[in-house]
Every structure is written in C-alpha cells, then in structure tokens.
C-alpha cells in the first residue's frame, strides 16, 4: 500500500483574495477567517480559488451547533415548566378537594344548627303567646 503526505494549503482571506490560484485535482485549501473559523475547498485542478465553492464552512457549522444547544436548552426548560405545571395541577386538585370536603362539613354543620333553630322555635312561640312581642320575638316569629 502506498502512503501518501497530505499538505493542505492555507492561507487568510486577504492572500487567497491576493494570491487566487487554482487548486489542484483533490487538493485541500483552508481559508484561515479573521474571527478564528475556517472554510475549505477543494480542488479540481481547473478552476481558481475564488470560482470553487466552499465544501466546508466550520463557522456555519459551529452556528448550526450553537442552534442545536440551544434548542435543545429551551426543551429542556419547557420539559421543566410543564413539570412545575403538573405539579401546580396537582397541589391546586388536592386544594379544591380540601376546600369541597369543608365545603360539605359546612352545609352539614347549617343544616344541623338549622334543625336546633327549628326544634327551639315552638318554645319562642309558646312562651311569647300571651305576652306584648318585642322586636326580637318578631324577628322569631318571621322565621
């Protein structure tokens, strides 16, 4: 098997605008970007630099990335919310139990005091009867 050493060429953005050669059949070229990034071509033995198309672009690529994290990050903290939701549900079901449970103790309580009220009124009536009512014992008497 024979072994071949692979030399890419590389260069700025300012020399591969200067210097516009055609690359060779299968050669790589880096484009050394002036924020840090890297884009390649690769040649075909014909055409010049700036008539290539770029194969790789490694600042899109990190953007594409970048994107991804944080989508992924924002699924994440929706993932979050809809558990604080559910677990918001649940404490707001078991208040509404609560508060129908107390609910129905108190209609029992109203109906049992009514019951008292009403087995207490014949004696109003009773005692009031042959006496001048007053102004609580008509208010008895309208119930």
Do not use: C
């Not at 690529?61 to 979050?80: F, G, H, P, W, Y």
């Not at 508060?99 to 008292?116: H, L, P, S």
């Amino acid at each position: 098997m024979k072994f071949s050493k692979i030399k890419p060429l590389r260069g700025t953005t300012s020399e591969w605008t200067t210097n516009d050669i055609v690359i060779g059949k299968n050669e790589m070229a880096f484009e050394n970007m002036e924020d840090g990034t890297k884009k390649m071509k690769i040649g075909d033995g014909i055409h010049k630099w700036s008539e290539l198309p770029y194969v790789i672009d490694f600042q899109a690529i990190k953007a594409q990335v970048d994107l991804a994290n944080t989508i992924k990050e924002e699924a994440l903290l929706r993932s979050n919310n809809v558990e604080t939701v559910k677990n918001d549900s649940n404490v707001i079901k078991n208040d509404i139990t609560i508060i129908k449970n107390e609910n129905t103790q108190i209609k029992t309580d109203v109906i049992e005091i009514k019951q008292e009220f009403l087995n207490i009124l014949p004696e109003f009536k009773v005692s009031f009867a042959d006496t001048q009512p007053t102004d609580a014992q008509l208010w008895f008497r309208k119930i």
